[in-house]
């Protein structure tokens, strides 16, 4: 049975959410906590998609390992200095032990709802902003006016996820982007990890370093690394962590920049495709302690401003004053 397609504010654990039901799947945004979408179900197979906190104090201790954080700027800068066009910027340093910015300052501050609609389509949509301008505390370390669009649209296609920046300052913005997705496995309590087997469009290992910032210098997949391209890993029972370029994969007869998470057993796949501007991944599963892994798509290599590299190749961007910046990904059961 698929319901009506609604949108409706609601209380999750005290604090406003928006919950959102259209094409057979269900999604809940909590906008207060970085406009996080934490919850993705697919209800016509009883999947339990995106990994959600069970309490409010939960969640605030660690959003980024819950549902799809927005990262900006995506893992870790060095120090948190950006040495970039003249600027100098001290991002704050919140991995103390490794003395790194870590995770961007977007995932754990307020976006702004300023639409809701339900489609001539059936499907459903919620949009958001945030505002850097001087009255934020960003301001201090980030001085650029701009704003940054989050589009969720939830359809029998799934999540379309739409994501914009508009520099609207007079200088160049440093500018990367990555999404902390938070996957579930497995998607349902009558299944196991065993079950699950992930593929991914990775190209060449980025060789990291002793503070867990990327070197510059590029690897050669080891044999188990290959099986991710090709017939897919187990996602849980050992540590899975590393970083990686992207390199698409085929599909149906077409490029595919993606991970495809599959359960033989009851033969559904789950499709997590990404624009082709996100040229870098992070994959980590908890040290294979937890029941997710994080699947994470970034535009530019971690720490990129500080790599002695050209820019095409890290990926790290200097946004023009007056652009826009835009890339879509999509998550979906077939």
């Not at 945004?29 to 309490?55: A, E, F, H, Q």
Request: charged letters at 25%.
């Amino acid at each position: 049975m698929e319901f009506q397609p609604y949108i409706k504010s609601i209380s999750w654990h005290g604090i406003k959410a928006v919950e959102v039901v259209a094409g057979g799947y269900e999604m809940l945004i909590v906008p207060g906590i970085g406009g996080n979408l934490i919850r993705l179900k697919d209800n016509r197979r009883n999947l339990d998609i995106i990994r959600t906190p069970r309490s409010y104090s939960e969640f605030v201790k660690q959003p980024e390992v819950f549902g799809i954080p927005v990262l900006f700027f995506p893992n870790r800068i060095q120090d948190g200095t950006i040495k970039v066009d003249g600027m100098v910027y001290n991002l704050p340093v919140n991995e103390k032990k490794l003395n790194n910015h870590l995770h961007g300052f977007l995932y754990n501050r307020p976006w702004e709802v300023i639409g809701e609609k339900i489609n001539n389509d059936g499907s459903a949509e919620v949009e958001m902003v945030f505002n850097i301008d001087p009255g934020k505390d960003i301001w201090s370390f980030f001085p650029h006016h701009s704003r940054f669009r989050l589009i969720y649209n939830l359809s029998r296609n799934g999540l379309q996820q739409h994501f914009e920046v508009i520099n609207h300052g007079r200088e160049p913005m440093p500018f990367g982007l990555g999404f902390h997705t938070n996957f579930n496995i497995p998607f349902r309590p009558d299944e196991d990890y065993t079950q699950y087997k992930l593929i991914m469009s990775i190209g060449r290992e980025c060789e990291m370093g002793s503070r867990a910032l990327a070197t510059g210098n590029f690897l050669e997949l080891s044999d188990e690394e290959k099986k991710m391209r090709e017939t897919g890993i187990l996602t849980q029972g050992r540590p899975i962590s590393g970083h990686f370029s992207a390199r698409p994969l085929s599909m149906d007869g077409r490029h595919f920049n993606g991970a495809i998470i599959k359960n033989a057993d009851k033969k559904y796949e789950l499709i997590y495709e990404v624009g082709d501007k996100f040229r870098y991944w992070v994959i980590w599963n908890h040290d294979g302690k937890g029941s997710f892994i994080s699947v994470e798509p970034q535009t530019m290599m971690i720490n990129a401003p500080n790599i002695k590299l050209p820019y095409e190749t890290t990926g790290f961007v200097l946004l023009p004053s007056g652009s826009k910046w835009y890339e879509s990904c999509n998550i979906r059961v077939v």
